[in-house]
């Protein structure tokens, strides 16, 4: 499935056009080529230290940085630019999350469903994370510190 977005299409991945959808991703990033720009958002479905923004740099970075190591990823966007700067293409991995089973704040909740995460579909359709890590493992070639949770 694509969604349109005023700058292109988002490819909406879910587990059953994960592996497909994956194949056009690689193919994508190995067409980009060297130079190539490489965005990453994440959602993730809340901060466990919520007022930590109003203290120092330093506790708000710890608090950001713990809440990201305990909290499961609900989505994972990528974006592929080229060298000179067109957007190549843009994937919305959609991960496995049961909001009546998995830590979350209501806070977040409630934002990223005025957002449109679709938590009953995340529950049945949902890709699960180890499968996205390895396969991004794959396709980079070497191991990604930077998606831990997920491998």
Known sequence: MQRNHRNGVIREVWARNFQNEFILF?????????????AIDT????????????????THYRAMKESVELLPVIQIAVAIGSSYG?????????????????????AAVNFLL?????????????????SLGTMLQLGFGYPLRAFGNLT
Do not use: M
């Not at 005025?114 to 180890?130: K, L, S, Y």
């Open 43 to 58: 959602e993730f479905p809340g901060v466990l230290q919520e007022n930590a923004w109003k203290e120092s740099d330093e």
């Open 26 to 38: 690689s193919h994508t990033l190995r067409f980009a080529g060297a130079g190539a720009v490489v």
């Open 86 to 106: 067109k957007c190549l293409g843009a994937w919305n991995f959609n991960l496995h999350y049961d909001l009546s089973r998995d830590f979350h704040t209501d």
């Open 114 to 130: 005025a957002a449109g995460v679709d938590f009953q579909r995340h529950a049945t359709e949902g890709i699960e994370p180890r």
